[in-house]
């Protein structure tokens, strides 16, 4: 079966002042990846709460919200309440994860575990059970813009084949440096939504950049 590759466009590499209109320019994405940093788990702060309620009323696609801030047990409800898609917390910053899993999905929404670069897989394996999407890091979190980390494709071979195998049950994302020069690499290693800031709105077309880079992860993803 030909697999269909999800393409979440990160905004923070759009216009913040612009955000509706950035949205509508790639309204034929799958997801809409918002990256939320407080300063303290990364070393930048970006939006909250109350910007994502309004993308929320500005867009139709499915928000996939990317926490990188410290105490997610006590935050990432908010976005699950308010009506975001995809939750994903870092597993570097949970205390509970697995308690937020079942609380994110109590909410409503997808729970989501991120593992930065150098977090291996293995200890995560079960706690992964309770999860709908695994976001492997290619760089580490804080800004747009920079060189993809191949070593981490080890990380998304190991998760695929985790899936594949009836292991788990889960979306494998990554993030990070993804572009028309190393989409392919992350199609073959298994990976199901690539989430692509600058290399979208950096576009002159960002629609267009979208469809390509699903055209490139189509052709390279092994059929599944
Ligand atoms: O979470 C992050 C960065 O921490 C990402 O979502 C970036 O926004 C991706 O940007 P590009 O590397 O694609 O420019």
Not at 9 to 28: K, Q, T, Y
Not at 115 to 144: A, N, R
Not at 181 to 190: C, R
Request: aromatic residues 6%; hydrophobic residues 45%; proline residues 6%.
């Amino acid at each position: 079966m030909v697999h269909q590759p999800m393409i979440a466009p990160s905004i923070l590499s759009a216009d913040f002042a612009r955000l509706a209109e950035e949205a509508a320019a790639v309204s034929g994405a799958d997801w809409l990846h918002v990256d939320v940093m407080d300063a303290h788990f990364v070393p930048n702060l970006t939006i909250g709460l109350p910007v994502v309620k309004s993308l929320l009323r500005a867009t139709d696609i499915p928000l996939d919200c990317h926490l990188m801030i410290e105490d997610p047990d006590r935050w990432a409800i908010g976005y699950a309440e308010a009506g975001a898609y995809n939750v994903t917390v870092h597993a570097e910053a949970a205390a509970d994860p697995v308690q937020l899993a079942k609380n994110l999905r109590a909410a409503g929404a997808k729970a989501g575990l991120s593992l930065k670069p150098g977090t291996p897989i293995e200890p995560y394996v079960d706690v992964l059970k309770h999860y709908d999407t695994l976001l492997v890091m290619s760089v580490e979190p804080g800004f747009g813009g920079q060189k993809f980390m191949a070593d981490v494709l080890d990380k998304a071979r190991t998760a695929r084949r985790l899936v594949d195998t009836g292991h788990l049950r889960l979306v494998v994302e990554i993030d990070g440096g993804i572009n028309a020069d190393t989409i392919e690499q992350a199609a073959e290693a298994g990976v199901d939504c690539f989430v692509a800031g600058s290399a979208v709105y950096d576009a002159t077309d960002p629609g267009q950049a979208v469809a390509r880079l699903r055209a490139q992860a189509a052709q390279a993803s092994p059929a599944r």
